[in-house]
Structure formats: C-alpha cells, structure tokens
C-alpha cells in the first residue's frame, strides 16, 4: 500500500504495522483531519478478561485518542447472547446474563489501564444491550434484515469456511453479522461514529455495517482492519503452553504476564515493539535490529514497557527484579506464580509429580512424571528425578521453588 496519509492516526497505524485494510483510505484520512472522529471495536464478554490476542485493538483505540479523537470501547452485553461465528469450527457456550454482566466488569477493568474515560476528547464505554435488548423482532427483520442478502453472507469467508468444513452452523450464529452491522447502525446515529476497527477476521462483519449504515441513513462510514497476528513461528498470539495470556492481574500475574514478553522469539520482537509499545519507530527498529546476547535486553525492554501499559512501572519493574534473580542468581524471587497450600490440602502429604500438576508446570500427572523421569525438573534449583517424593508441612516450612528447565517457575508455599 504507497497511500501517504495526512492525518496523524493514519500515519501511526501504517508506520506501526497495524493496518492490514481500509474500506476508503483517503476518505478516512479526510474525515481525520477534519476534526474529532468517533471511532468504536466491539468486545463481546465471553470471559472475565481481556488476553494478549484483544491487546493490539485496544492499542489502536489508544493511538485513536492520542491523537485527537474518540475512542468507542463497545460491551458486547447483547451479541455475546449469540455468540461470534467468525471463523470458529464450532458454537459457543450460551452464556446467561448474569455471567455477561460478571465478564463485563472485568473487562472494564482493562480499558481503565489503556484509554481515558474523562479529558477532551473522552473515551465512551457503551453495551450494545442497550438497543439490542429491546428489539421487536418482526420490526427488526422488516426495517433491517431486508437489506440482507442471504447469498452474500453466505459468501463470507466466516461463514463459508464453516459450510465447506459441513460444520453446522445455527440459525442463531447466523443473524450475528446483521447484530454487529446494526451495532454500526446505532453507533453512527446516536454517537455519530464514523469507523469501525477491529481484526481482520471482522472485515465481513464491518463492511455489513457500512452497507446497512447507507442504505438505512445514506451516510458516509468507514471500516479499518488490523493483521491477525501470528507469532514468527506461526502460533496465534495471546496463547503460551499454559494457556490464555490473561490482561486482568487476578487470571494471570503481571511476572507471569511480564515472561511471556520476554520469551519473545528474536524475530518478533521489533514488530511487537511497534505494536505493544509506545517507543519511537526508530527505536523499535534498532532494538529489532539487535543480535546475539544484546537482544535479551531489547526481550527485557519489551516486557517492561508492555507490562508498565498493563500493570504499571511498579508491577514491571518488580517482574524483572525477580527474572534477574532467578535466571542470574538462581534465588527465589518475590513475584513467582505461586501456589498456596493449606495443612488440610497437604495431609500426609503430597507427591512431587501433583505440585508439578497444581503449581501449573504440567497439565496432567502423565506430563508430571514424564517432565521429572527425563530430569527436566529442579526442585531449590536440584535436580530431582523421583516424581513419587513426598512433600509434608514440615518440607513447607520455608516456601520450596520448582522449575521446569530454564524459564519457567512456579513457587510452592504453606498458607
């Protein structure tokens, strides 16, 4: 793409590497320099926060008020009752609304850290509840669904990717696209939003919206996609051997959250750096740039900047005090992920090869024992190769550290 823009907004979402597609470049860009421009994502409540995968969204929201404008943060209160199709080889789990309201706090919790709610150019936390919960339906389907095509959203890559698979797709994910399309609808009418971003998974679902937004107002709205991010070695970003890398410090901790950045492959690290943080491009590009040994320090700067955004300097910097000591030093640091065990919990005591399991080193005891037979496992940074040695209140005394080969850790402690 050799589009110059003009508007700064524009100018950082290319020079970062966060635009994958636009819907009218130059038109966007116009209505950026214009003046304030409303510009929303949408986040349904499957869970009770936020991972690594939503990160470079709400960086993008972030960017949209740092330079100006006004950032649109959209609970998805009513769409999360159908559940997103997009891509997914199979339903979600129908959640109930009190369980959408729990995850919607918890999200909110995410937002808090990134984008402000107050200043001059206020960011709105909005639920598409709001105008979705109240809907008539055969009202709806005459003033709305009659600008669907059904053969047209059968032709979406979301949709069809399902169909050629012959995995059922319910009538219920279906009218999931129409749902986001009127979402747009509304966020242009009530707030006068005038784009939509989102992942590159949502195009479909945003050049709905922009189509219904004409035909049913005749204005002129705009969708911006951001690349799917995959990591250099072809993993889906946001995920680690242990799971989701949660955003809300109670799912996972900020040491843990700070390592994952960390273990940044090398040929990542420039573009996350670009991505995740707010350094200059030029220093994002020489820490990339960086070989050998010296690019650990960049792995290091990259962790703490993105941890700082997330958790703030304190929690960062603390992760890296503990990292240090732990890799250089071999000692237990103050920030491990640890797991508690009360005297009832320990009994006569309990294996090594399930404090494996429950300190989260390995998810089930075959994987326990496998990792302590092949001697990968250091219990105080001693090897030991017996998953059947038993550990008692009196073995708890002092916490006792476990480590599964050189990077990850976890502490057991007597609570």
Not at 99 to 109: E, V, Y
Not at 211 to 238: A, C, F, N, Q, W
Request: net charge negative.
């Amino acid at each position: 793409m050799t589009y110059h823009p003009k508007s700064d907004f524009m100018r950082v979402m290319m020079e970062r590497g966060f635009l994958a597609d636009c819907t009218d470049y130059q038109g966007l860009d116009e209505a950026l320099v214009k003046g304030v421009v409303p510009g929303y994502i949408g986040f349904d409540a499957t869970a009770s926060s936020l991972h690594v995968g939503s990160l470079i969204q709400i960086m993008m929201l972030r960017w949209l008020q740092k330079t100006g404008h006004q950032p649109i943060t959209l609970m998805g209160g009513g769409t999360t009752k159908v559940g997103d199709p997009s891509f997914r080889a199979d339903e979600r789990p129908l959640l109930t609304p009190a369980q959408i309201d729990d995850n919607i706090a918890g999200i909110k919790k995410v937002f808090a850290k990134y984008i402000a709610y107050d200043g001059e150019t206020p960011a709105l936390m909005l639920n598409n509840a709001e105008w979705l919960d109240g809907l008539n339906y055969l009202d709806f389907l005459r003033d709305i669904g009659r600008h669907f095509s059904v053969n047209r959203m059968l032709s979406f890559e979301s949709v069809k990717s399902r169909l050629d698979r012959e995995q059922s797709l319910s009538f219920l994910e279906f009218n999931y696209m129409i749902l986001q399309a009127y979402d747009f609808l509304e966020l242009n009418r009530r707030y006068g939003c005038l784009v939509q971003m989102g992942g590159s998974d949502q195009w479909g679902n945003i050049v709905n919206g922009i189509d219904l937004t004409r035909r049913v107002l005749d204005h002129e709205i705009y969708g911006l996609t951001s690349p799917l991010l995959t990591t250099s070695d072809g993993k889906k970003m946001g995920k680690s051997q242990s799971g989701a890398i949660w955003l809300n410090a109670d799912m996972l901790s900020p040491y843990e959250f700070w390592q994952f950045w960390r273990n940044t492959t090398d040929a990542d690290v420039g573009r996350f750096l670009k991505l995740y943080t707010e350094l200059p491009v030029t220093e994002c590009d020489r820490l990339g740039a960086l070989e050998g040994s010296e690019i650990n320090e960049a792995k290091v700067r990259l962790a703490n900047e993105v941890t700082a955004l997330c958790h703030g300097w304190d929690a960062a910097r603390t992760a890296e005090a503990t990292a240090r000591e732990v890799f250089e030093k071999g000692g237990v640091g103050d920030d491990l992920p640890t797991l508690t065990l009360s005297a009832d919990d320990l009994g006569e005591g309990i294996s090594l090869a399930q404090l494996v399991v429950r300190s989260g080193l390995a998810k089930t005891g075959k994987d326990g024992k496998r990792l302590i037979s092949e001697g990968a496992l250091k219990v105080n940074d001693e090897g030991c190769t017996d998953a059947g040695r038993m550990f008692t209140v009196a073995d708890l005394a002092q916490p006792v550290k476990l480590s599964a080969g050189k990077k990850r850790h976890a502490l057991v402690e007597l609570g």
